[in-house]
């Protein structure tokens, strides 16, 4: 019975044995995918196209070694050294692929490369803000400005030659609007081109919307001691341009507050009627347009 078994433990072993000796001779195939890392690069130039981040490398060898491929990341180095403005023809050359002699590579995907070359250029361009978004009711932007107003883009030469600008865009919603609200804002250019620095400081400044109209002013006497005095008029009208609220208000028969034209009566006048100037201050916001009428008619009683 127990040589039964010697002889059991013999057969699986040498079982084993054939098996590990058949696999590790069985040839495979499999695809390894390698990135690809440029070397020797020429100063001045820029790839404008056909520069891929990986190939495809077919590979034959052992079935025990084959397995482990996949477990490494691989790297192929393109020599790019010999690269010319235009377009450049670079095959792939199996012998800088970094497989030991195990391994024979059967296939490469792509095998060549179709490189556009360029000059590498620099510019420096004036930025261009815009806003995008929805403002309450009766605000307006005043105003949009980036910091800094000029950058500085880098690229191939052809495209860079063509540039005027560089535009940037925010888009914001504000229902309840800030006097002032600033944000950074990244520069996004065509593919290849890069900006230095790579974002801007954009300062939104909003105000209420405005618009011209003709409105009644209080005209109010200023007079020294002594002398008593009273206008022709109590209102003028007056054309300005100020917030659409205060507009309304106006149009409603309301004044609006900070409005008014002063009279100034000078002291020592005869007692009688007077054209005397006005002159009009307005509260912040609100600018006059266009007086009519210059003066009005005061009397003077002593």
Do not use: C
Not at 138 to 167: H, N, S, W, Y
Not at 203 to 220: D, I, N, S, Y
Request: hydrophobic share 40%; proline share 7%; charged share 30%.
């Amino acid at each position: 019975m127990l040589k039964n078994w010697k002889d059991i433990g013999i057969a699986l072993a040498l079982a084993i044995l054939t098996w590990y000796l058949i696999t590790g001779r069985e040839k495979v195939e499999v695809w390894v995918d390698m990135g690809v890392e440029m070397t020797n690069a020429p100063e001045g130039l820029i790839i404008r196209k056909g520069l891929i981040s990986k190939i495809e490398v077919r590979v034959r060898g052992p079935k025990g070694l084959v397995r482990s491929l996949d477990r490494r990341k691989w790297t192929y180095s393109l020599d790019v050294s010999r690269l010319k403005v235009g377009e450049n023809l670079v095959d792939i050359d199996r012998e800088r692929i970094p497989l030991s002699m195990a391994y024979e590579v059967v296939e490469v995907k792509p095998s060549r490369l179709i490189l556009s070359v360029d000059r590498l250029a620099k510019k420096e361009l004036p930025v261009v803000a815009e806003w995008r978004g929805v403002l309450r009711k009766d605000f307006r932007l005043l105003e949009i400005k980036t910091v800094p107003e000029v950058v500085e883009v880098r690229g191939a030469e052809r495209q860079v030659r063509t540039m005027t600008q560089v535009r940037v865009l925010m888009q914001n919603d504000f229902e309840d609007p800030p006097a002032t609200w600033t944000d950074d804002v990244p520069i996004k250019l065509a593919e290849g081109i890069e900006a230095n620095p790579g974002q801007v400081k954009v300062t939104l400044r909003f105000g209420p919307e405005v618009k011209t109209a003709w409105v009644r002013v209080p005209v109010h006497l200023s007079t020294t001691i002594g002398t008593t005095a009273q206008t022709s008029v109590k209102n003028v009208r007056l054309q300005v341009e100020a917030p659409l609220p205060m507009l309304r208000e106006a149009e409603a028969g309301r004044d609006i507050p900070g409005l008014v034209a002063t009279v100034k009566v000078p002291g020592g006048l005869k007692p009688g009627r007077h054209a005397l100037p006005y002159e009009v201050e307005a509260p912040e916001g609100v600018r006059v347009v266009s007086p009519k009428g210059e003066s009005v008619t005061v009397t003077v009683r002593n």
